[in-house]
């Protein structure tokens, strides 16, 4: 029953209103970016990133489990850095290694904590006793569980003993990282939040460029700079903010929106950001790398040929523009092209020829060979993974791809061929290629490859040792062909145009790269 | 009423065990060893071994599940298997974050919907209805995600209305909690106010055409007593089912909103724990969204008896 009169409804008058909605917002404007001014030495840095690693935030490195958090290394510093040449002095300025289960390093003179309390090598027997304190379970990194004992030789000078003789994994990641929880904290800071009942994480004191501000959880974080850094030269902005988001849209509508200046994105994100007039910075990667694996305990590829086969038939210029839109640097070795001792001598013996693929499936008898690949549920892991099942495909291999949100996990469970790793050297390598490696799941074991792991590992080798050790890792992985590279992706800063002097990837917040990023007015 | 409350609360306790016992076993059938994800990538095979005696992994499932349950009927929901700290202490700081946004979307969704689904009822065929049935259309075709980036892209980044992330506490400032609420809550409610819109509409037009209405015009009833008191309470029976049903999908549309617009809520907390297999999170989030879902169920049991007193429980 009709209840109130009326005359018919016309849609134009709603229609217009739609439109006169679309046109309002394609002339709206995309909002002040900015850059081309002058250095704005107070200026502030908001920086888009996870800021709970996924799980929570937290400032106290004990509370480390394994997410690192891009603010830590700004906060606490970190012993030394990592410079195109290798390592270089930062807290610490002299770093030895006496044997393999040893670290000594000397303290750089002078240095104070935010609190301005000093500090010295006590200090540092004091954090990293917390840290043992805290037990095994505080964190995954086997070289952090492996602390032994920490000795005060001199008031700057430290000795650290390992259980293990890991102490080349200190010189490769932990001298130059607070994030694995070796931050270095003020013991004054940390008795006088015991004495006063609360917890060093609400007000956390390190020795770094930028000092704790505040703590909004699941939102942000704000540092501000500290002004007795022994370094000032590396405070060119005077406030960084860490705006929580979580990758892919929510980051690209932060830099677009202007909630935030800069933020570290991935390929998928490309076309987004320079839509939106943003400047996107490309780095190959140092340490990450990413890597295939094959499964050599089954079929097929438990045969030497059919796995060269496979490795004949990846054309790996397919790959950068398809699958990582041309972010991404070609590679066919283990190490990331921009490692120190990148074995670039060493030539890759597996061409792409396809003719030589199925030459060698058909004399191994293989053609038609079952293949699965095991990779990652992300857009990016099923872009590579599709490519590499037509070219597989094309040379006789008949290939099923199995996507998985935690290829790690499946690891024991799935029967996989071909496996899609990533993750940075050593813990790679120890963990998928070594014997009793838990990522290790088809007992993969060559004495020849474990002899030449051991020795990049060696803390006492020279840069000439380290050439030489990985050079010949490389050849022992390209005789047996078990493991293989296709191409890294490259490391991604987005920023608006404001921040200047970006020169490498900023997920890390290493201290090193933030020392010369600035924002203009 | 009070016991008919006692016994509606009561009989969520086996549902609650079921519930938890299959979501229990739906996370065993994943395949993959959990004990791999909490050792991580460097661990050796001694300490997973250390791992699966710790976490009860090494013992049968359903014994698993018995340790799970001791704990949780003291409120002792576990630690997290990825960063070792309590449960509970999480859910507690997050829980009213995604309940303040299930909360703003049913509003929106009964702002929305109520007045547009009644005003379309009275006037089928008018400018009025053939408005309400095209937004309903787009409210039910297009997938809240998608309708959230739009609204973030035009809003947010283009206008700059509205803010396009973050949040703020409604203890601490309402206004600002309700500014950054507008976005994430019209995304998520805008399918329910699709949904109300047209349950809405075609109830109206049924009651409205029944003889009792007929009756009360008849008496000279005024439109607001006729239309408000007569056919509006009985039209709204339906909508009121479709509500309290929809709460559910709202909660778990939750986890993909609160990720687009970086909310510090249960949604990223739970997902992280899926891909993770930290099962003591999932099977606590799970356990409260579906006690959430129950207690919905019993409210709006609750509203038919004031709706309609023949339905009401003595």
New interface residues.
């Given amino acids: 029953?009709?209840?109130?009169g009326?005359?018919?409804?016309?849609?134009r008058?709603?229609m217009a209103l739609f439109a006169g909605?679309l046109v309002?917002?394609?002339c709206?404007?995309?909002?002040a970016r900015g850059g081309g001014g002058e250095k704005d030495s107070n200026g502030s840095l908001r920086i888009a990133t996870d800021i709970?690693g996924?799980?929570?935030t937290y400032f106290d490195p004990v509370r480390y489990?394994?997410?690192p958090l891009m603010f830590t290394n700004l906060l606490y510093d970190t012993l030394l850095y990592y410079g195109p040449d290798g390592l270089e002095p930062g807290l610490a300025t002299e770093w030895s290694f006496p044997d393999q289960s040893t670290v000594e390093f000397t303290l750089r003179q002078g240095v104070k904590f935010q609190d301005g309390s000093p500090l010295n090598a006590e200090a540092v027997k004091f954090s990293w006793d917390r840290v043992i304190a805290a037990g095994?379970?505080?964190t995954?990194?086997?070289a952090v569980k492996a602390l032994e004992s920490i000795e005060v030789v001199d008031d700057l000078t430290v000795r650290v003993r390992l259980s293990k003789p890991i102490a080349g994994d200190w010189r490769d990641r932990l001298l130059f990282s607070s994030q694995a929880g070796v931050g270095i904290v003020s013991p004054t800071a940390v008795r006088a939040a015991e004495a006063a009942g609360k917890k060093f994480d609400e007000a956390p004191v390190g020795a770094g460029p930028y000092k704790f501000v505040q703590f909004v959880?699941?939102?942000?974080v704000v540092l501000e700079r500290w002004e007795g850094y022994w370094n000032p030269a590396a405070q060119q902005v005077a406030r960084m903010e860490f705006?929580?988001?979580?990758p892919g849209?929510?980051t690209l509508?932060?830099l677009?929106?202007?909630?935030a200046d800069i933020a570290s994105v991935t390929a998928a994100d490309l076309n987004g950001l320079q839509a939106?007039g943003l400047v996107v910075d490309q780095y190959p990667p140092v340490f990450e790398t990413t890597w295939y694996q094959f499964c050599v305990a089954r079929a097929p590829f438990d045969n030497l040929a059919v796995r060269q086969a496979a490795l004949h038939a990846i054309d790996r210029n397919a790959y950068t523009q398809a699958a990582y839109q041309g972010a991404a640097t070609i590679n066919d070795k283990f190490p990331a092209p921009k490692f120190p001792y990148y074995p670039d001598s060493i030539d890759n013996p597996y061409p792409f020829d396809p003719g030589q693929a199925r030459q060698l499936l058909q004399r191994a008898g293989a053609t038609g060979a079952a293949v699965t690949l095991l990779t990652g549920s992300d857009p990016l892991s099923a872009a590579v993974a599709q490519i590499m099942q037509q070219q597989l495909n094309a040379v006789g291999f008949t290939t099923q791809i199995r996507q998985?949100?935690?290829t790690?996990?499946?690891?024991?469970?799935?029967n996989w061929s071909i496996y899609f790793g990533a993750?940075s050297y050593p813990?790679?390598s120890?963990?998928f290629f070594m014997p009793?490696g838990?990522?290790n799941a088809c007992g993969y074991d060559n004495p020849e490859l474990t002899t030449a792991f051991d020795r990049t590992r060696n803390p006492q080798a020279t840069a000439a040792d380290l050439d030489q050790a990985w050079a010949d890792y490389q050849r022992v992985v390209y005789a047996d062909a078990a493991q293989f590279s296709i191409a890294n992706p490259n490391d991604l800063v987005g920023r608006s145009e404001k921040v200047q002097g970006v020169s490498g990837d900023i997920t890390s917040g290493n201290p090193w790269v933030f020392a010369d990023i600035y924002v203009t007015d | 009423m009070p016991g008919f409350i006692a016994r509606r609360l009561l009989a969520m306790v086996p549902l609650a065990l079921i519930v938890s016992f299959a979501v229990f076993m739906l996370m065993a059938l994943v395949p993959g060893d959990p004990a791999l994800a909490i050792a991580g990538q460097e661990a050796t095979p001694e300490a997973i071994e250390q791992v699966r005696v710790q976490y009860h992994l090494d013992q049968p499932l359903v014994v698993q599940y018995l340790y799970w349950l001791r704990d949780a009927v003291s409120l002792d929901l576990g630690t997290s298997r990825a960063t070792s700290q309590p449960v509970l202490d999480e859910i507690v700081a997050r829980w009213p974050v995604t309940a303040g946004l299930v909360a703003a979307s049913a509003l929106v969704a009964v702002v929305i919907g109520v007045p547009i689904g009644v005003l379309a009822g009275i006037r089928p065929g008018h400018l009025a209805d053939n408005s309400s049935r095209l937004l309903a259309g787009i409210g039910l075709a297009v997938p809240n995600f998608v309708g959230a980036i739009v609204l973030v892209v035009i809003l947010g980044v283009q206008l700059r209305w509205l803010p396009i992330l973050g949040y703020a506490k409604f203890t601490e400032s309402p206004a600002d909690w309700a500014l950054h609420m507008v976005l994430p809550a019209f995304t998520l409610g805008s399918t329910l106010a699709a949904i109300m819109i047209r349950q809405l509409r075609a109830a109206m037009i049924d009651t409205l055409d029944s003889n009792y209405v007929r009756a009360a015009w008849a008496r000279g009833g005024s439109p607001k007593r006729v239309i408000g008191q007569h056919a509006l309470k009985n039209a709204a029976m339906p909508a009121l089912t479709v509500f309290g049903f929809s709460i559910a999908a709202m909660i778990g549309g939750t986890v993909i909103i609160e990720q687009i617009f970086s909310l510090p809520g249960l949604g990223p907390f739970i997902l992280s724990a899926i891909v993770g297999r930290d099962v003591p999170v999932v099977q606590a989030v799970t356990l409260m969204f579906v006690l959430t879902q129950l207690v919905v169920a019993l409210l709006v049991d609750l509203a038919y008896g004031w709706l309609n007193p023949k339905v009401r429980v003595s």
């Avoid at chain 1, 009326?6 to 849609?11: A, E, I, T």
């Avoid at chain 1, 790690?408 to 799935?414: A, E, K, M, R, T």
């Fill in positions: 029953m009709q209840v109130f009326g005359r018919s409804p016309s849609m008058r709603l909605l309002m917002a394609a709206g404007s995309p909002g709970e996924g799980l929570y489990s394994s997410w095994p379970e505080m995954k990194v086997a959880p699941g939102q942000r705006v929580h988001t979580v849209a929510p509508t932060a677009a929106g202007g909630v939106q998985s949100q935690n790690f996990n499946d690891l024991p469970g799935v993750g813990a790679t120890s963990a009793g838990v990522g």
